[in-house]
T-cell receptor, first 117, second 113 residues
Framework: DVKVTQSSRYLVKRTGEKVFLECVQD?????MFWYRQDPGLGLRLIYF???????EKGDIPEGYSVSREKKERFSLILESASTNQTSMYLC????????????????FGPGTRLTVL | QKEVEQNSGPLSVPEGAIASLNCTYS??????FFWYRQYSGKSPELIMS??SNGDKEDGRFTAQLNKASQYVSLLIRDSQPSDSATYLC?????????????WGAGTKLIIKP
């Protein structure tokens, strides 16, 4: 079974703090993703990475950065946390991103619920 | 117009009945379609994927795809209380967008015992 883990389930931070969210997958997947999920808005892609040290902006990258130094690990960084970044953050991984086929299936970690005060 | 649209619900279905969940999408180049289930406070988990027009069955679940109408649905037969969850539809974008998934906001399904 694919296993994706995230460093924290719940996190409370103060405005202006630098926040690190870490994600690790154990299936040797090439692709990793960071989403945020807010009620009524669905999942929105923040960043994704298709290889070590490679990253692409998603739909809402502003206020975030990412790091992928090892294939199994993908970190999301909030440079200066703000209250509008209070959300559920979900990490996912997939074997391929080809537009076709089972190997595009994304597997999710348990999520980190971040509250910024 | 949203790229992937789902009725937010809640959709209330009696136990043992068929639950029908619908999803429409706007990008004609989309090739892969996924249904995920998400329990409250948990992360999404894959239920089914479908790539060709027609029906695909897996146990109590059937996914239906009609690319001409840009419509994908999920049928759950013999609904159980444990099927109560939010169901997310996800659709791939085209090559220009790196085949990323676009997600619907989800339909909340409630199975009444």
């Amino acid at each position: 079974d694919v296993k994706v883990t995230q460093s924290s389930r719940y996190l409370v931070k103060r405005t202006g703090e630098k926040v690190f969210l870490e994600c690790v997958q154990d299936m040797d997947h090439e692709n990793m993703f960071w989403y945020r999920q807010d009620p009524g808005l669905g999942l929105r892609l923040i960043y994704f990475s298709y290889d070590v040290k490679m990253k692409e902006k998603g739909d809402i990258p502003e206020g975030y950065s990412v790091s992928r130094e090892k294939k199994e690990r993908f970190s999301l960084i909030l440079e200066s946390a703000s209250t509008n970044q209070t959300s559920m953050y979900l990490c996912a991984s997939s074997y391929t991103v080809s537009g076709q086929g089972e190997k595009d299936t994304q597997y999710f970690g348990p999520g980190t619920r971040l509250t910024v005060l | 117009q949203k790229e992937v649209e789902q009725n937010s619900g809640p959709l209330s279905v009696p136990e043992g009945a068929i639950a029908s969940l619908n999803c429409t999408y706007s990008d004609r180049v989309s090739q892969s379609f996924f249904w995920y289930r998400q329990y409250s406070g948990k992360s999404p988990e894959l239920i089914m994927s479908i790539y060709s027009n027609g029906d695909k069955e897996d146990g109590r679940f059937t996914a239906q795809l009609n690319k001409a109408s840009q419509y994908v649905s999920l049928l759950i037969r013999d609904s159980q209380p444990s099927d109560s969850a939010t169901y997310l539809c996800a659709v791939t974008r085209g090559m220009d967008s790196n085949y990323q998934l676009i997600w619907g906001a989800g339909t909340k399904l409630i199975i009444k015992p």
